[in-house]
């Protein structure tokens, strides 16, 4: 005897509804941990409204996805809250926006994060963050942002960064990182908004065909590390570029003869480097060499 169909569509509407009641269960303990791994909670916002008793989309900071019930955003910036973040965020399966800047939250960051596939903005800075960066950022395919600046992590950047052929923005400033920047990253023709690797450790140079292969990209922020060699002599060909920031650094040679052609640069920094040379229009409103 076949099963009546309506008895199947009740089936599946039934394991539908069961299973998004699941999901969102496990949203839910994913960031009642979160709340409890907090040791500093000072506006006492998460205390009063992150209860058992409320429905978690109603939370705030929480973004949800009302037709897949599972929480697609998590914003609890500058909130003052300090403790550790806590593994059981990576059971935020689909979240698309993390930020947790401009808080006082301590330890290594999670490896549980750089599981969540479905992100395209991670925001960690002005924290105080510590450890290395894992190569598993490079799973995070789908990153438009990243911030990780203003945190004390060290050791060097993974060239798994250069994974994330989405990214438009990738911020590392005012770390301790060390090393070389990986030449994967100035594969990411994707950037636009800006690379800052400012205030950092960084040694080695910038690739001759660098604007090449980033086109697109309007900040460039490299101050205060230890990068050398010559400023690459094409890098006119970054034509949208807006600011140049390459003060207080070991870079030499000629200053290029091309940086007069960069009719979108605002501001350009040269200083303390072992440069020579000026080529430079009027055009360029705030200049440091």
């Keep these: 005897m076949e099963p009546n169909a309506g008895f199947i569509l009740h089936c599946v509407i039934l394991l539908l509804v069961i299973t998004a009641a699941k999901n969102i269960t496990t949203d839910q303990q994913a960031l009642l941990t979160l709340k409890a791994d907090l040791i500093d909670d000072p506006s006492s916002l998460l205390a009063k409204n992150w209860t058992s008793s409320t429905y978690v989309c109603s939370w705030i900071g929480i ?21 550790i973040i806590p593994s059981q965020i990576g059971n935020l399966s689909s979240l698309e926006t993390l930020d947790l800047s401009h808080n006082q939250l301590s330890g290594t960051i999670p490896s549980s994060i750089f599981t969540i596939s479905t992100l395209k903005m991670l925001s960690l800075s002005f924290n105080d963050l510590s450890g290395a960066l894992p190569k598993e950022i490079g799973n995070l395919t789908m990153l438009k942002k990243l911030g990780l600046g203003y945190n004390k992590l060290r050791g060097e950047i993974p060239q798994e960064l250069g994974n994330l052929a989405e990214l438009e923005l990738v911020s590392l ?52 590390n230890k990068l050398t060699g010559p400023i690459p002599k094409n890098i006119w060909q970054c034509k949208e570029l807006i600011v140049i920031s390459l003060a207080h650094n070991q870079f030499t040679e000629r200053i290029p003869r091309g940086l007069g052609n960069l009719t979108s640069l605002k501001t350009l920094y040269l200083g303390f480097n072992n440069l020579t040379g000026m080529y430079l229009r009027a055009t360029i409103n705030v200049l440091y060499c």
């Design 63 to 83: 973004t949800c996805d009302v037709q897949r019930h599972r929480v697609t955003g998590l914003n609890i910036s500058y909130f003052g809250l300090g403790g």
């Design 173 to 224: 400033t005012n770390n301790f990182l060390s090393g070389t920047i990986p030449s994967t990253i100035f594969n990411l023709s994707s950037l636009s908004t800006g690379m800052d690797f400012s205030n950092n450790s960084l040694t080695g140079s910038l690739p001759d065909d660098m604007c090449r292969r980033l086109p697109l990209i309007k900040g460039l922020y490299m101050s205060n």
